[in-house]
């Protein structure tokens, strides 16, 4: 109730500033039913649940003709995926700098921006905008949904509209921070101390043709965390560097959509678990989903995500040994299999379902958790049916 509160002030007060001609507001509501089974992802104890609700609001206020300032609040409740509340998503002011000549624009977003170097990065806050709820879990993994969706600092776009085709460049550098759920998605639920994301730099490069039927891209991300122990811990001090490689491709057709995702990334921790502790390892997955349009309201979606979270160990019988069983082989990958269906009902309402058949828990829970067997079945499902509305 309280967030319904909130968030009917903060439409009162937009719906007074949008009567000036240099604000514009938008916003949505979303609310459904979800289920995990055999795996606490979502649920515990196979409940059905109505912990899928999304209510967020933004705006845009134009300071000048090249200076603007955009910002989103959201209250997100996604059962055991992410933490529950409200968050500001972004806020920065975005600077348009003057034409650049021979066909460049370009932009720097200063604050906390929105991540552009991923296909879905910049709208996954929005769920009219996701073809699912849950999206490919190999590239934007739960866990990591707020770092993940934008950092705090500066980033750089520059698109060039040729003849034939238009180039997009991205730069960013920045740092988010790390709340309680995911610190203990790095480093399990007995971590008490303090991580932080010391830094994540990214880059991206995106052509398309001038008849924007595709769209191709590679992307890198390097971030470094550390990790400060509490008085009381079972984790001593460390820290953590990850780096990614993606490549992204999009075909857009009259019916039909087909996009896909590879990635490639490597983790180096040290300390952490024992002082002279080293561990390198990398991981591979990706996903590939395509999207066909039955008629002008409603749509269909199949997809399929897969994961391995060391690549010289795809199977994770290694991971069972070296923990003396107390991990499955099968938390070392994940494979899920997508079918979903959008039914447009009417302008601006929308209802959306969707089915998961999921092999392997790499991205479950934390591989640290002391009851990790507990967390989920070798083989489990999960689906979701959400009502949203926006304006």
Request: proline share 2%; hydrophobic share 40%; charged share 20%.
């Amino acid at each position: 109730m309280k967030v319904l509160v909130c968030f009917s002030l903060l439409i009162s007060s937009f719906t007074a500033l949008s009567a000036q001609s240099d604000f514009s507001w938008h916003g949505y509501v979303s609310q459904g039913l979800t289920q995990s089974r055999d795996s606490s992802f979502i649920t515990d104890n196979n409940a059905v649940t109505a912990e899928l609700t999304e209510i967020g609001i933004n705006g845009l206020y134009r300071l000048s003709e090249n200076l603007s300032i955009a910002g989103q609040i959201n209250y997100l409740d996604g059962g055991n995926r992410f933490e529950q509340g409200t968050r500001l998503d972004y806020l920065f002011v975005d600077w348009k700098i003057p034409d650049l000549g021979a066909g460049w624009q370009a932009h720097i977003h200063a604050g906390r921006f929105k991540n552009r170097h991923w296909l879905y990065s910049v709208t996954r806050d929005v769920p009219q905008t996701r073809y699912t709820a849950v999206l490919p879990q190999s590239v934007y993994f739960d866990g990591f949904r707020d770092v993940a969706l934008g950092s705090n600092g500066v980033l750089t776009s520059f698109t060039h509209f040729g003849e034939n085709n238009i180039w997009e460049i991205n730069w960013s550098y920045g740092r988010s921070h790390i709340n309680d759920a995911q610190r203990n998605f790095l480093l399990g639920e007995e971590a008490n101390g303090k991580a932080k994301q010391d830094f994540v730099h990214q880059a991206s490069v995106f052509w398309q043709p001038s008849s924007m039927a595709w769209k191709v891209g590679v992307s890198w991300l390097n971030s470094d965390f550390s990790y400060t122990p509490a008085a009381q811990d079972n984790r001593l001090a460390g820290n953590a560097n990850i780096e990614r490689f993606m490549l992204s491709a999009q075909y857009f057709a009259e019916q039909w959509e087909f996009s896909m995702e590879l990635l490639s990334e490597t983790q180096h921790s040290k300390g952490l678990f024992a002082p002279d502790f080293d561990q390198k390892r990398r991981g591979q997955g990706g996903f590939v989903q395509l999207r066909y349009l039955f008629n002008s309201e409603l749509s269909g979606l199949v997809g399929y995500d897969t994961y391995d979270n060391d690549r010289n160990d795809r199977d994770g019988k290694l991971l069972e040994q070296s923990t003396g069983g107390a991990v499955p082989a099968y938390f070392g990958y994940q494979d899920t299999t997508t079918i979903g269906l959008r039914w447009d009902i009417a302008p601006k309402w929308r209802l959306q379902g969707e089915y998961h058949w999921v092999e392997g828990a790499t991205r479950v829970v934390s591989l640290l958790n002391l009851n990790v067997a507990e967390q989920a079945d070798k083989n489990w499902d999960m689906w979701s049916l959400q009502l949203m509305y926006w304006w």
